[in-house]
Nanobody
Framework: QVQLQESGGGSVQAGGSLRLSCAVS????????MGWFRQTPGKEREGVST????????SYADSVKGRFTIAQDNTKRTLYLQMNSLKPEDTAMYYC??????????????????WGQGTQVTVSS
């Protein structure tokens, strides 16, 4: 069983930065992909960024390319999302997710097996 815990959310003004962290409190050996997703009320959960744990390859939603950076520290079993140049439309609950038995790490929320409880990010104009 993989357990995930996000932290680092908060409120910032547009143009500001935040760094989200996701701690994995279990072995990461079985995890092939990790990612960040976000959701606002009444909308489906959308993929923000993913990383292939062993290869290190990354993917990003078009809306965050050039502003967000995903990173991992396997020794600390922690996933990060550095968010710069934040915009009001980035306001959402952000979730960390993990996927096992995967060949690719797409931005599809339905592909992921384990989820954290989320951390709120609010960007004011």
């Amino acid at each position: 069983q993989v357990q995930l815990q996000e932290s680092g959310g908060g409120s910032v003004q547009a143009g500001g930065s935040l760094r989200l962290s996701c701690a994995v409190s279990s072995s990461i050996y079985s995890i092939d992909c990790m990612g960040w997703f976000r959701q606002t009320p009444g909308k489906e959960r959308e993929g923000v960024s993913t990383i292939a744990r062993r290869r290190g390859s990354t993917s990003y939603a078009d809306s965050v390319k050039g502003r967000f950076t995903i990173a991992q520290d396997n020794t600390k079993r922690t996933l990060y999302l550095q968010m710069n140049s934040l915009k009001p439309e980035d306001t959402a609950m952000y979730y960390c997710a993990a996927r096992v038995s995967a060949l690719t790490c797409a931005l599809a929320a339905s592909d992921y097996n384990y989820w954290g409880q989320g951390t709120q990010v609010t960007v004011s104009s």
